[in-house]
């Protein structure tokens, strides 16, 4: 310790968070501020096109929980609910599936791996475009199949029923081949060690995956069940491309009707109460899946 | 056949002539007041030094030809201003663009175009600059419009835009098939059940194999016309509740269902619905389709094989039908140079000769007066022989309901009619939360 002045530790501390600043202010003008403004929005009634607002206390949140913004809340969370559930299923289990077939069968299979995984880098709005046409009713190939197959023609994106599972059939096709290379690189890092005790046993194929892999697996699917959740609830452009929310609100998902208030009726003062409502249930989701998964993931290598 | 165009050239001059009633308003109102304006300094008006300017429209790559033609005729017809013409996209991009531009204060383009239905959403929060006193600083002839126009293009007595590119809502059917079968479209709402079921023609097992019609279920203006003609006020004279629950309008709900239930009409929804019944009709699986007039010329470049015929809508008493298409305006955020630069691009674009330029190349109305009287309106009639069916109801075609709030009846309303002919869901049941819904909103 000096005579007098700052210790030499806390003076490396307070270094150390100097170099900090710079990404703290663009972190509290970027993240922050947004979230602070929203907030002070949700309590106004402004309109996007006026420069002027007022204050109107909780008239907005009001009627988003007890007013008629209720009913599509609800029909919101339902339809986002159910895209994530789709998109958890395909990510997670079908890039299992993937990863465990291009794992056993590896020799000359880098070339499918990474057919397979192609799609991710093809832009959302792109392929949300050639799905359209893929998925078109009298000119779509999809349907083209169908009818030769000695089916009738479906009119994919017009229907309730078929809407939502033509915008999982995009996603899947995205999203599959990033699962499976996560799912991989897991599987090549279990230790061999383990299987062959396991084959010394005698164990089965199914009992290795039942009692090695799955369990080694588990931070991997804690992490893409996090990351893919999150990013499913926030889908809005293939829905923005393919449905624009129809038909009959069967695929008005969550951060679509925040736009559609916005951009659609100019009402910022219900998009932003409906974006924190959205910011809180995110996180206590995702807090909640965390504090849940603690004992349950296995971190052993 | 030249005497049967004469007289529908002397009508039309006839119409022409009957200054007040043309484009009379949506309700028995009071003519359009014009706001008091002082006299003005035209000098404030004038572009005084060289400037490039930027036009957003949304006319498609189809037009591209025809926007190039008319923008490189204006740029060389003076040398003060330079236009720059932006495809944005849709209607409905272009509005989300502005907007965006507008709340950021930056990035705005001189002149743009703007769907119908915004104009009182764009008026009421002063987005747009008002034109009153460019039009009398240059002594532009407005009132060669016709009122139902400057109706549909003004808000609260100030002229925020003026009519651009203008339609309505229209009947398309198969000449040829009409002919064949010997039927007439019916002039009365009352009679399309009977039509429909003239034209419609089933398959063995039950299904529909050539639709009677097929309306359009992505856009509630469509459905606006049936209704307003059985005597439904979408919104109250109030301004802040609607008489959807009302009878005439369940009535109208029913019995547009009907004939979707019967087979006899498609409801075309989804973002490929437009496609969908344009291809359907193209290969003669629709007896009609019910569409936007600017549409013709696409529907008669696509319908090879027979001929293309146009329709009034059936209606009752009444045959109002509304304005459809786009108006032009001037951001008030710009600079006062870029507005006059502006106001003098777009006063040429609305004149009587560039006007007919654009009605010619697309499926557009002429929007001027003056033309009518012309051997211009007359040759337009002659090349476009269908568009007798517009011009004989000039008169009924009223401008666009306006209130700030819109934008969320329609959703709502485009919504719960989706569900009731798509979904099967009751309208006795749904109309009334629908009315609740619609009103909760005009009341806000």
């Known amino acids: 310790m000096t005579k007098k002045g700052i210790k030499p530790r806390t003076l490396d501390h307070l270094q150390d968070f100097g170099c900090t600043i710079p990404a703290l202010i663009l972190i509290l003008m970027f993240t922050y501020f947004p979230i602070l403004k929203l907030i ?262 | 056949m030249k005497k049967r165009g004469e007289r529908v050239f002397c009508a039309l001059l006839v119409v022409s002539l009957c200054v007040s009633g043309m484009f009379a308003g949506g309700t028995k109102e009071a003519p359009v007041k014009q706001q008091e304006i002082p006299k003005v300094d035209a000098s404030k008006y004038e572009v005084t030094k060289p400037i490039e300017i930027t036009w957003w429209h949304a006319l498609e790559n189809q037009y591209s030809d025809l926007v190039d033609e008319i923008v490189n005729d204006f740029n060389n017809s003076q040398d003060k201003i330079k236009v720059k013409a932006e495809y944005i996209g849709n209607y409905a991009t272009v509005n989300e663009t502005l907007v965006a531009a507008q709340v950021a204060g930056t990035g705005l383009p001189a002149l743009v175009v703007a769907n119908t239905p915004y104009v009182a959403q764009y008026g009421a929060s002063g987005l747009c600059e008002d034109l009153n006193p460019y039009i009398q600083a240059t002594g532009f002839d407005i009132n060669d419009f016709g009122e139902g126009m400057i109706k549909a293009s003004a808000y609260e007595g100030k002229q925020v835009s003026l009519p651009f590119l203008i339609s309505t809502q229209i009947m398309y059917y198969n000449k040829d098939m009409a002919k064949a079968k010997g039927i007439e479209i019916p002039t009365k709402f009352k009679d399309m059940n009977e039509f429909l079921s003239k034209v419609t023609e089933f398959n063995a097992d ?115 039908q509304e304005i459809g298409g786009c108006v032009l305006l001037i951001p008030a955020k710009n600079d006062q140079q870029t507005k006059n630069a502006a106001w003098q691009f777009l006063s040429y674009l609305c004149s009587k000769e560039v006007n007919m330029k654009w009605a010619e190349g697309t499926g557009y109305m002429p929007t001027r007066k003056s033309v009518l009287e012309t051997q211009e309106g007359k040759d337009f009639l002659a090349k476009k022989p269908a568009f007798k069916a517009i011009f004989d109801n000039l008169d009924n075609i009223y401008p666009r309901i306006q209130n700030k709030n819109w934008n969320q009846l329609a959703k709502i309303w485009m919504n719960y009619l989706s569900e009731f002919y798509n979904n099967g869901k009751d309208i006795d049941t749904g109309i009334p939360q629908m009315t609740e819904e619609i009103n909760e909103v005009l009341e806000d």
Not at chain 1, 61 to 77: A, H, I, M, P, Q
Not at chain 1, 122 to 130: D, E, K, L, T
Not at chain 1, 263 to 281: G, H, P, T, Y
């Open chain 1, 40 to 301: 002070q929005i949700s309590f106004t009634n402004w309109n996007l096109l006026n420069d002027h607002y007022d204050y109107v206390g909780l008239k907005n949140w009001k009627w988003l929980f007890t007013g008629s913004g209720r009913k599509y809340l609800v029909n919101s969370l339902k339809v986002t609910f159910l895209y994530s559930a789709g998109e958890l299923t395909i990510t997670l289990f079908g890039g299992l599936v993937l990863a465990l077939i291009f794992n056993t069968m590896h020799k000359g299979f880098s070339a499918l791996r990474a057919i397979v995984f192609m799609p991710k880098y093809v832009a959302m709005s792109s392929a949300a475009v050639i799905f359209l046409w893929i998925l078109n009713t009298d000119n779509g190939v999809l349907n083209y199949f169908i009818t030769r197959l000695g089916g009738r023609r479906v009119d994919w994106l017009g229907q309730s029923s078929t809407a939502m599972i033509s915008i999982l059939m995009l996603t899947g096709w995205r999203a599959i081949g990033y699962g499976m290379i996560v799912y991989l690189a897991a599987i090549r890092s279990i230790p061999k060690d383990y299987y062959e005790a396991a084959d010394l046993d005698g164990a089965s194929y199914w009992t290795k995956l039942r009692g090695i892999t799955l369990p080694m697996l588990s931070p991997t699917t804690l992490f893409l069940f996090v990351t893919t959740f999150i990013s499913s609830m926030k889908v809005f452009q293939s829905v923005d491309v393919m449905t624009g929310g129809g038909p009959n609100r069967s695929t008005e998902v969550f951060v679509y009707q925040i736009y559609s208030y916005a951009m659609e009726d100019f009402r910022m003062d219900r998009a932003s109460v409906m974006a924190l409502a959205f910011f809180i249930l995110l996180l206590v989701i995702t807090a909640s899946t965390m504090k849940l998964s603690n004992g349950r993931v296995n971190y052993d290598t």
């Open chain 2, 206 to 320: 039950g299904s529909t194999k050539v639709w009677g019609t097929i309306v359009p279920g992505w856009d509630q203006w469509y459905f606006e016309t049936f209704f307003l003609n059985n005597g439904v006020n979408i919104i109250n004279p109030d301004g802040i509740s609607t008489d959807f629950g009302g009878k005439a309008s369940i009535e109208t709900t029913k019995e547009i269902g009907d004939w979707i239930k019967k087979g006899y009409a498609y409801f075309a929804v989804g973002k490929d619905g437009s496609s969908i019944m344009r291809q359907t009709f193209i290969d003669q699986k629709a007896f009609s389709v019910i569409h936007t007039s600017s549409l013709y010329n696409t529907y008669v470049n696509l319908c090879k094989n027979f001929e293309v015929g146009m329709a009034w809508l059936p209606a009752t008493d009444t045959k109002k």
